[in-house]
């Protein structure tokens, strides 16, 4: 029986990279049926219908206007669904020339998605003075924890730290590490460590091996997930995830890229690494696994790249040269 998927192409390159992904996941023979819906600011009635019965999404990337405008169509997702888990893994592609490339780097991060400053619970108190509220609640950061902990241990994973700034904020991202704290106490096979965000950030920089899972609230993971991303080659190349106890969304975490919109240049790789992990969500393991390597031949290869990752061949070209490796 096929697996109905909601299939979102988004703005800019997203129904480029999209329409390059849909080829590639069909080409692993995984039973898939697409029903393709358009996010549309303030009008998501029809995605959300979809969703509630797919239960998964996947996702191009959406516009988001800067200091106005209407909400971020990720954020509404994410709190609507209740998608708490932001899940994005950091590995170095095979043959792609980083800073970093020389590294074993192979990092998991585990951002809380629901709430701290992303709740947008702004106001003007007065002319001139804007107040922002954080808000950290036991039950979101317990959550989070326990998917960074009990993840670790499925995958065999040795470490977890977790991300804060409680020496200044030491109610609420204190009650975080409280939670996280608690979490822990029932993984003794796997070490617990904390980190102040702002050392997090330098440590990553300097010695970025020294990391495996991280947990953080919502406004860090943000940051520092797209810091890792950095190490491996960019936002074009890192796949994200959103799941609930219900609902599961996998996205490109990168932008619309409007300047090359239609030009056939996209890198449509962060969304097919996602479809790997939708794959493995939907249990279609094999043909996950397949994906996943055919895109690290690829980049082996070093043959059929496109421009951002120092390469030339179009958006077309390497799908091409992915399904020819499936």
């Known amino acids: 029986m096929a697996h109905q998927i909601t299939l979102i192409p988004g703005d800019g390159i997203g129904p480029e990279v999209a329409e390059a992904t849909v080829r590639a996941v069909e080409a692993t023979g995984a039973a898939i049926d697409w029903e393709r819906v358009?996010?549309?600011?303030?009008?998501?009635?029809?995605?959300?219908?979809?969703?509630?019965v797919t239960r998964v999404g996947l996702k191009g990337p959406t516009a988001t206007p800067i200091a106005g405008g209407h909400q971020s169509i990720n954020v509404a997702l994410r709190?609507?669904?209740?998608?708490?888990?932001?899940?994005?893994?950091?590995?170095?592609?095979?043959?792609?020339?980083?800073?970093f490339h020389d590294l074993p780097l192979n990092l998991a991060i585990f951002r809380e998605n629901t709430e701290d400053l992303y709740s947008g619970l702004e106001h003007e108190v007065v002319p001139g003075v804007v107040e922002s509220l954080k808000v950290i609640t036991h039950n979101a950061s317990m959550k989070i924890a326990r998917s960074a902990f009990e993840w670790s241990r499925r995958e065999s994973r040795r470490k977890v730290t977790a991300i804060h700034k409680?020496?200044?904020?030491?109610?609420?991202?204190?009650?975080?590490?409280?939670?996280?704290?608690?979490?822990?106490?029932?993984?003794?096979?796997?070490?617990?460590t904390e980190l102040i965000?702002?050392?997090?950030?330098?440590?990553?920089?300097?010695?970025?091996?020294?990391?495996?899972?991280?947990?953080?609230?919502?406004?860090?993971?943000d940051i520092i997930s797209d810091l890792a991303a950095g190490l491996v080659g960019g936002l074009g190349i890192?796949?994200?995830a959103n799941i609930g106890d219900h609902?599961?969304?996998?996205e490109a975490v990168h932008g619309t890229a409007?300047?090359?919109?239609?030009?056939?240049l996209a890198n449509p790789t962060a969304l097919m690494q996602s479809a790997v992990l939708m794959l493995f969500h939907l249990g279609e393991r094999d043909?996950?696994?397949?994906?996943?390597?055919?895109?690290?031949?690829?980049?082996?290869?070093?043959?059929?790249?496109?421009?951002?990752?120092?390469?030339?061949?179009?958006?077309?070209?390497?799908t091409s040269a992915v399904i020819g490796h499936l």
Request: hydrophobic content about 40%.
């Open 197 to 221: 965000v702002d050392n997090a950030c330098m440590q990553l920089v300097m010695r970025p091996e020294q990391f495996d899972v991280l947990v953080l609230p919502n406004l860090y993971g």
């Open 238 to 240: 890192v796949p994200g």
């Open 166 to 192: 409680a020496n200044i904020m030491k109610l609420s991202d204190g009650l975080f590490l409280k939670c996280c704290r608690e979490v822990a106490s029932h993984y003794p096979q796997i070490q617990y």
């Open 38 to 52: 358009t996010a549309a600011p303030g009008e998501l009635d029809e995605v959300f219908a979809s969703l509630e």
């Open 79 to 99: 709190k609507k669904l209740g998608l708490y888990t932001n899940f994005r893994p950091v590995r170095m592609l095979p043959g792609l020339k980083t800073r």
């Open 287 to 318: 043909a996950a696994a397949r994906l996943e390597q055919a895109i690290y031949q690829v980049y082996a290869e070093n043959r059929h790249l496109t421009g951002d990752v120092g390469g030339k061949a179009s958006t077309s070209e390497f």
């Open 247 to 250: 609902h599961a969304v996998f």
């Open 258 to 264: 409007p300047d090359i919109a239609g030009k056939g």
